[in-house]
């Protein structure tokens, strides 16, 4: 039986296991030509190249940012929903749309200004010591385990109590608040059984906010996170609804993006041990491994947009209405702009332009946070477990195409430690 293209296409947006476990050769049969290609069942336009898809996030044409809920695709795939799905997927998707990255304009610009108070390289700086602690206790049970795993000990639990952290919640929260996390993350499967999960998760932390807002409104008791976006003048604050929805984004941004990121790195340097290699004798290429990790395996993998008005793009017309798909995973390995791509390179010179953290005005808020917890879990990984070795053949990802979620990173931590940072 031919596997068409079109085949190819709907296999890597449905999750397809095999699919989605390595989809770079696809990617490439992809770029051929112009890099642009027409998914008709979708329907979509994909968008392959580092340039165009770097041409769209600096907003030279006229896309709008919720294509998640508007625009052909999203309209084609909620018309193929049960109908009783249906209200509970809007729900969600309507909500979601308040993200400070799905909004377009002056709304976006507020947004991101207020929220911007939580990222100042200050209040960055200051959780490093915070980070290096919880990575220390995290290593720490990794070691004592019979049966240590970098993703389910390490990677799954580190950003979510660093996010905790930041946004001012208890650490006692930390697990109900990463399931909540993981129950609303999973709603892209548009299963019955986890949109009712997502449904009641995104309820549950709906209510946890407000109940904090309301708290610090008659006490004035609070975390500082709440009262410094609660700050401002009548045009710069946020309401109650919009704060909710930033608290969520800062929770799934900065917990399930940087679980991948950790993951992925940890993966990406051991099927290529000479770059783990390098990292172990010089750890302070830990940085840099960060940055070529996010080009080489990007923790997410596209995005959609949606078309404000008709335009052309590479020579292909795109009508208002349409939805188009930015496809940094396969941008991240465009020849044009890398060479060699498939080859993981620690001292690549243009490492950093990759697009895994998008480009110009929804450049990723917490990037420099990101990069920092990989910097301090790789740097901590090659210093105490040189001699690590990954003890699975066949790694397991979650069910979206777009998270590159792994599941499981058995490991053998090599014997005794060498060395601690």
Not at 258 to 273: C, D, E, H, I, K
Not at 346 to 355: G, I, Q
């Amino acid at each position: 039986m031919t596997i068409t293209a079109q085949d190819e296409i709907s296999a890597f947006f449905a999750a397809d296991p095999d699919v989605i476990a390595w989809p770079y050769p696809m990617y490439e049969r992809w770029q051929a030509g112009t890099g642009i290609v027409r998914w008709e069942r979708g329907p979509a336009t994909l968008l392959t190249r580092h340039r165009d898809v770097k041409a769209v996030m600096a907003g030279t044409y006229p896309l709008g940012q919720n294509g998640y809920r508007r625009g052909r695709l999203a309209e084609a795939t909620y018309a193929r929903l049960p109908g009783e799905l249906r209200p509970r997927v809007f729900t969600i998707m309507d909500f979601f749309s308040s993200f400070m990255s799905r909004c377009d304009g002056d709304t976006h610009t507020r947004l991101r200004r207020i929220s911007a108070r939580a990222f100042t390289a200050r209040r960055i700086e200051q959780l490093r010591e915070s980070i290096q602690r919880h990575v220390d206790d995290l290593v720490a049970e990794m070691t004592a385990s019979a049966v240590p795993d970098v993703m389910t000990m390490l990677a799954d639990k580190l950003p979510v109590r660093v996010i905790v952290d930041l946004i001012g919640v208890p650490q006692s929260d930390r697990d109900m608040i990463w399931d909540w996390s993981e129950a609303i993350a999973d709603h892209y499967s548009l299963d019955a059984v986890v949109l009712e999960r997502a449904d009641r998760a995104l309820a549950a932390f709906r209510t946890y906010i407000q109940d904090m807002i309301a708290r610090l409104r008659t006490t004035g008791e609070g975390p500082e996170l709440a009262k410094l976006l609660l700050q401002g003048h009548a045009t710069d604050v946020l309401t109650d609804e919009e704060l909710v929805a930033t608290y969520l984004i800062l929770l799934f941004g900065g917990s399930e993006t940087t679980t991948n990121l950790l993951g992925n790195s940890f993966l990406a340097l051991q099927r290529n041990r000479d770059q783990w290699d390098r990292l172990v004798a010089d750890p302070s290429l830990a940085r840099a491994a960060v940055d070529e990790a996010m080009r080489y395996d990007s923790p997410h993998h596209y995005l959609l947009r949606v078309a404000l008005d008709d335009f052309t793009i590479g020579g292909e017309w795109i009508r208002a209405g349409d939805t188009v798909i930015l496809l940094m995973g396969a941008a991240n390995r465009d020849p044009e702009v890398f060479a060699d791509p498939g080859t993981l390179d620690v001292t690549r010179p243009n490492r950093a332009e990759h697009l895994s953290l998008a480009f110009g005005p929804h450049f990723c808020l917490g990037a420099a946070l990101a990069r920092l917890e990989a910097e301090i879990v790789l740097s901590a990984l090659v210093t105490r477990f040189p001699d690590a070795r990954l003890r699975a053949d066949r790694i397991e990802y979650g069910s979206s195409a777009m998270l590159r979620s792994i599941k499981n990173l058995p490991v053998d931590l090599g014997g005794a430690v060498r060395r601690n940072p």
